[in-house]
Nanobody
Framework: QVQLVESGGGLVQAGGSLRLSCAAS????????MGWFRQAPGKEREFVAA????????YYADSVKGRFTISRDNAKNTVYLQMNSLKPEDTAVYYC???????????????WGQGTQVTVSS
């Protein structure tokens, strides 16, 4: 069983930056594809970014491409999401995910973190 714990959320003004972290335990971290999803109030959970477990290939939603960067440190069992040029529409609860393969579909995720709130004020 894999446990994921996110941190780094908070309140930031539009145009600002935040870095989310997700610490994993209970599994072989380097074997998992890791990702980030988000869910705004009244909306479905949506894919944000993902990173392959071996070659570190990255994937992004069009809405965050060029602004967000996902990375991982296998030695620290941690995945990061650097978020720059934040917009009010980025406001959501951000969830870390892990699984055997990269996925952009929430129902295909094997493990979820508890989520961290990101609020971007205009």
């Amino acid at each position: 069983q894999v446990q994921l714990v996110e941190s780094g959320g908070g309140l930031v003004q539009a145009g600002g930056s935040l870095r989310l972290s997700c610490a994993a335990s209970g599994g072989t971290f380097r074997r998992y594809a890791m990702g980030w999803f988000r869910q705004a109030p009244g909306k479905e959970r949506e894919f944000v970014a993902a990173i392959h477990w071996s070659d570190k290939t990255t994937y992004y939603a069009d809405s965050v491409k060029g602004r967000f960067t996902i990375s991982r440190d296998n030695a620290k069992n941690t995945v990061y999401l650097q978020m720059n040029s934040l917009k009010p529409e980025d406001t959501a609860v951000y969830y870390c995910s892990a699984g055997a393969r990269v996925t952009t579909t929430p129902k295909s995720v094997d493990y979820w973190g508890q989520g961290t709130q990101v609020t971007v004020s205009s």
